[in-house]
């Protein structure tokens, strides 16, 4: 008796993140709004297809948003969710919340994120939606969820004005602390 293999709990440090990012987008999220310019089953160009691990031209839900506070837009998101998802995020549950926190709200278990950041110039599209001039600087950010059995369940690519958004990364010299995750905000260069 006591003798054997016993399983461990769960760590929490992962769900603990988790949960902090997720924290972090719906801060953000209710201090601004979106609209939604495009709610649809699209088929996916092959980059989406394999960054979700599907075939390329295979039916994804495409979901194109703004998202805006008092002043002007913030950021043009573009995200794309394997098909099977899509009863999870009808149009009428997209709401200002992130995608991801949709999901998570829905029953989805997110288990890991995983973010590029670099930047680019707006093209007509974005600088129309953006209300920015053609060539202008952005942040481009491209973030892809992952469920707790490694599937990608949501990419994201977002591009965002820098004069009202920053991205902010806290950590120690030993190395990332669990209570300091990334943290997005709002900027006002203004002052």
């Known amino acids: 008796r006591g003798r054997g293999t016993f ?9 603990q993140a988790q949960n902090r990012l997720l924290r972090d987008q719906i801060s953000l999220a209710a201090r601004t709004r979106v609209t ?3 709610h649809a089953m699209a088929r996916m160009p092959r980059q ?3 960054a979700l691990g599907a075939e390329a031209g295979a039916p994804a839900l495409r ?6 506070d008092a002043r002007s837009p913030i950021s043009h998101t573009t995200c794309h ?6 009863p999870l995020l009808p149009r009428r549950r997209i709401s200002s919340l992130p995608v991801s926190a949709t999901l998570a709200a829905a029953g989805l278990r997110l288990a890991r994120f995983r973010e590029r950041i670099t930047a680019t110039l707006a093209d007509t599209q974005a600088a ?5 001039d053609v060539g202008t600087a952005l942040i481009a950010m491209t973030r892809l969820v992952e469920d707790e059995a490694g599937r ?3 990419l994201l690519q977002a591009l965002y004005r820098p004069d009202r958004y920053e991205y902010r990364v806290e950590y120690t010299a030993d190395g990332a602390r669990d209570d300091a995750p990334w943290r997005a905000a709002i900027t006002d260069s203004r002052g």
């Open 48 to 50: 989406v297809a394999a």
């Open 128 to 132: 129309r939606h953006l209300g920015v």
């Open 36 to 38: 939604v310019l495009e």
């Open 152 to 154: 990608v369940v949501e």
């Open 63 to 68: 979901i194109v948003r703004v998202r805006h």
């Open 81 to 86: 969710l394997p098909a099977d998802l899509a």
């Open 7 to 15: 399983p461990r709990p769960p760590r929490d440090g992962a769900r």
